[in-house]
């Protein structure tokens, strides 16, 4: 059975610390990973990756992709309290299927 | 605003009431989903529809039934559902279907209460 699994389920940071959310899949038929950022209700697309070794970037904001291992990490640099949100790591397979992981809870407090 | 946009965004409903989830994409994709989101579950994919066909049922009880009358607009249709249901429907849509097209925008949900 696809899975994908994320850790830590929850982390609680102070404003400016880096943070690395973890996610490992098992599943047939890999496509790509994805990650989100559901802050309240509508989770918002961060990033898609499909190769490994090639780190995507955006501000302060960073993933990677390893294949070989089955998994990726999502950084987050000087984090503010505007990243408190629920990360959520997803794998599409060839069934047009998304597997999303629980997720990791973050909490920046100033 | 991530261009999908649902109604209502709050629902509570007795166990015998009948009412309808609504969506609307405005971004041109082909393909839209119903999602549901429980308390500490991950996302459970319902129901794929591209260009209007449904692709996807993906063993849902039948008091769920989507309705997709045309490629932007997605219905949920619910009727004798339980407390177990409760929870956060979300709907989302992609360019179309097939490798490549992962990549998935959503509504904001409705958070459902059966009581």
């Known amino acids: 059975e696809d899975k994908v699994v994320q850790s830590p389920l929850s982390l609680v940071v102070h404003e400016g610390d880096t943070v690395t959310l973890n996610c490992s899949y098992e599943?047939?038929?890999?496509?790509?990973l994805l990650w989100y950022k559901q802050e309240k209700k509508a989770p918002t697309f961060l990033f898609m990756l499909?190769?490994?070794?090639i780190e995507k970037k955006s501000g302060r904001l960073s993933s990677i992709l390893d294949k070989k291992e089955l998994f990726s990490i999502l950084n987050i640099t000087a984090t503010q309290t505007g990243d408190s949100a629920v990360y959520l790591c997803a794998v599409g397979v060839n069934t047009d299927k998304l597997i999303f992981g629980t997720g990791t809870r973050l909490q920046v407090f100033p | 605003e991530t261009g999908v946009t649902q109604t209502p965004r709050h629902l509570v409903m007795g166990m015998t009431n009948k009412k309808s989830l609504k969506c609307e994409q405005h971004l041109g994709h082909n393909a839209m989903y119903w999602y549901k989101q429980s308390a500490k579950k991950p996302l459970e994919l319902m129901f794929v529809y591209s260009l209007e066909e449904r692709v996807e049922n993906n063993s849902v009880p039948s008091r769920f039934s989507p309705e997709c009358p045309n490629s932007s607009h997605l219905f949920l249709h619910l009727h004798t559902l339980q407390p177990e249901d409760s929870a956060l429907y979300l709907c989302?849509?992609?360019?179309?279907?097939?490798?490549?097209?992962?990549?998935?925008?959503f509504g904001s949900g409705t958070q459902l209460s059966v009581l």
């Open positions: 599943v047939t038929n890999f496509r790509s």
């Open positions: 989302a849509s992609s360019q179309d279907l097939g490798q490549g097209n992962e990549k998935l925008f």
């Open positions: 499909t190769s490994s070794g």
